[in-house]
């Protein structure tokens, strides 16, 4: 599989929801695969909050791709066949602009001062991308969680330029707990004596450990009951493997190594960013998703999992309801998915199935 | 309603489960009602985790008791009829020993070395207490949450000394999820900059920050996703009443509010050591709930509630499938309750009713 990584940079100015415009911006990308003379086999994938432009493949820096299970040679997004794109978000940490970026205006890192990007403003910057790359129409936007919301938003806000869209694991908003819970990893990362109201960057420190607490939070929503209780139960951790000495449970050891983990790799500047933007999503907006929904002309393929308790299948459902109200061709399934909300990551059968027959079809 | 509020002095050892002994504890209690003369009318009530010996009426320092809706004359547990005594648990920060007492060993604060203490020591001091009130039975022992864990506790230490027995909103042991949700919780109290490892009490601050976003997380496990949904929705916060700028939901401000509160009351070394008692309580242990219930003499009355996710009813259950299993008379009921897991502190008629029909069966 030919994979191509490069960081492209774009002059013109984004006007973004907020109300702040950014002049110029970059976004790193990766494709797979090679786009066809007619230009109509392109791809594109978004990925979800703490996700990245490295879908597929493996690399030195970033490992294996976090939809290396979905995306490759004769799976079920076949790069045999397709010319699959993926950007870093705009407020990403892996290499397009963001709070880590420097900013031209000042010549210091934006930090905290990286304007509050959305979901239509990421859609609006895969646009410019999509122009650059002189493609006018997807043949598929997909994604799961926050991912699979850029791809409900681009078949709203360009309805003639994508032909597909997968919404896996997603809402058409977040609900009031999804918030709460955002809310909690915020205060965590917000309270860290070294976050230094996001200006952390000159100060040779990191947030660490707010960082690590609201990853171990997330992990819990990311993962089922059920999967949690089967994987750890009341389990208790070899003291030789102990990450801490506060900790008795397998299941605490975990989410410390976990967290820790992340707060290596992370900017807490963009977890704050990401999370705001997922919280801030509301497809419907005052019109109510129906009104919403109108002019899409894309086929949707809208799938939930039964142990994803972050999102809720019945979130898929009241998308499906919305677009049968406006005679959208779409598709809604659930599957078992044992890995709870994570589970858009991993490939079944049924569920790679489903995706391949649907961009076939 | 004669309320009787006193700190009593045990001066006997106490030995606890985690092999060490408190030489001497106190225990601060309050009691309602007056115990008739043949002393078969006490009812113990047990509190949750963050709860105190204030079940009912209201005082200066405390307000309204934290079951003031079930506790009082003419109410579910009738105190014109019954004598009801609650004690505030060892570990805890209302007045009973725990980590903000003195150490006679050392004439310190206890802090972080007070022992852990576990629901078999409160239930084992709450049986000190009661050899000194001269009462040979309880007529009822009750509690949701935590509290539920330690009447079921009674049922298997205590056969002969407990009549009837109330497990609300309960389960015989936390869920892997359970203990998840606490570690998180309490990592963010030991990384605060202020917790000082446990020993901040000499230092002229507290892990306010940390407490505080403990408690964020709790309050959301504490309601339901329906609840927060209804009460909050995705509704903006007013400019002039939001108590950080960073927040926009009301549901952030609500959390923000709620947290602060709290860590301006509680003590963080009481919340990490509470939260371990509830999470290494496991009623079955190696033996299996079955054989753990064998010898319970006592009538259950166990319920829960749709809304609870926390413990869900299904926790409930198990417990009332094992005492099926044993032959011990027991009722399970499931009611609505609109307030997830803190529904067990809100009176409904069909909860009141059962509660009161129970205990005067």
Request: net charge negative; glycine share 8%; with cysteine.
């Given at each position: 599989m030919k994979i191509r990584t490069e960081l492209i940079h774009f002059s013109e100015a984004l006007q973004l929801e907020c109300g702040e415009t950014l002049d110029s911006?970059?976004?790193?990308?990766?494709?797979?695969?090679?786009?066809?003379?007619?230009?109509?086999?392109?791809?594109?994938?978004?990925?979800?909050?703490?996700?990245?432009?490295?879908?597929?493949?493996?690399?030195?820096?970033?490992?294996?791709?976090?939809?290396?299970?979905?995306?490759?040679?004769?799976?079920?997004?076949?790069?045999?066949?397709?010319?699959?794109?993926?950007?870093?978000?705009?407020?990403?940490?892996?290499g397009s602009s963001g709070p880590t970026s420097i900013n031209k205006k000042t010549g210091k890192v934006f930090g905290k001062d990286f304007p509050q990007v959305s979901v239509s403003d990421w859609v609006n910057s895969q646009k410019i991308l999509m122009d650059k790359l002189e493609i006018s129409s997807w043949h598929f936007v997909v994604g799961g969680s926050l991912g699979g919301m850029q791809a409900l938003q681009?078949?709203?806000?360009?309805?003639n330029h994508i032909k597909k869209a997968g919404i896996f694991a997603a809402a058409a908003k977040s609900s009031t707990q999804n918030i709460a819970m955002n809310e909690?990893?915020?205060?965590?990362?917000?309270?860290?004596?070294?976050?230094?109201?996001?200006?952390?960057?000159?100060?040779?420190?990191?947030?660490?450990?707010?960082?690590?607490?609201?990853?171990?939070?997330?992990?819990?929503?990311?993962?089922?009951?059920?999967?949690?209780?089967?994987?750890?139960?009341?389990?208790?951790?070899?003291?030789?493997?102990?990450?801490?000495e506060d900790v008795n449970f397998e299941v605490e050891n975990y989410l410390q190594y976990k967290g820790s983990k992340f707060s290596e790799l992370f900017d807490a500047n963009t977890y704050i960013l990401m999370t705001k933007a997922m919280d801030e999503y509301d497809a419907g907006n005052s019109k109510?998703?129906?009104?919403?929904?109108?002019?899409?002309?894309?086929?949707?393929?809208?799938?939930?999992?039964?142990?994803?308790?972050?999102?809720?299948?019945?979130?898929?459902?009241?998308?499906?309801?919305?677009?049968?109200?406006?005679?959208?061709?779409?598709?809604?399934?659930?599957?078992?998915?044992?890995?709870?909300?994570?589970?858009?990551?991993?490939?079944?059968?049924?569920?790679?199935?489903?995706?391949?027959?649907?961009?076939?079809?």
């Open positions: 911006f970059d976004l790193m990308i990766e494709s797979y695969g090679e786009l066809n003379e007619s230009k109509s086999n392109a791809i594109l994938v978004c990925h979800a909050f703490s996700g990245n432009h490295h879908v597929a493949g493996e690399n030195k820096e970033l490992g294996i791709g976090w939809w290396d299970q979905i995306v490759g040679p004769k799976k079920a997004i076949d790069t045999d066949k397709y010319y699959v794109v993926c950007c870093n978000n705009l407020g990403g940490c892996a681009w078949s709203i806000a360009y309805p909690v990893a915020r205060e965590s990362i917000r309270k860290d004596k070294n976050f230094y109201d996001g200006d952390y960057y000159d100060k040779n420190v990191t947030p660490k450990s707010g960082l690590k607490t609201a990853r171990m939070l997330g992990h819990i929503t990311y993962l089922s009951e059920e999967l949690m209780d089967s994987r750890f139960g009341r389990k208790f951790q070899d003291e030789d493997s102990k990450v801490d109510g998703l129906d009104q919403a929904l109108r002019n899409i002309k894309s086929e949707l393929l809208i799938i939930g999992f039964y142990s994803d308790w972050l999102y809720p299948y019945q979130r898929g459902k009241e998308i499906q309801i919305a677009a049968m109200n406006n005679n959208i061709k779409s598709s809604f399934l659930v599957f078992n998915g044992e890995n709870g909300h994570d589970s858009f990551l991993f490939s079944s059968k049924e569920y790679s199935n489903a995706i391949e027959k649907f961009i076939e079809s």
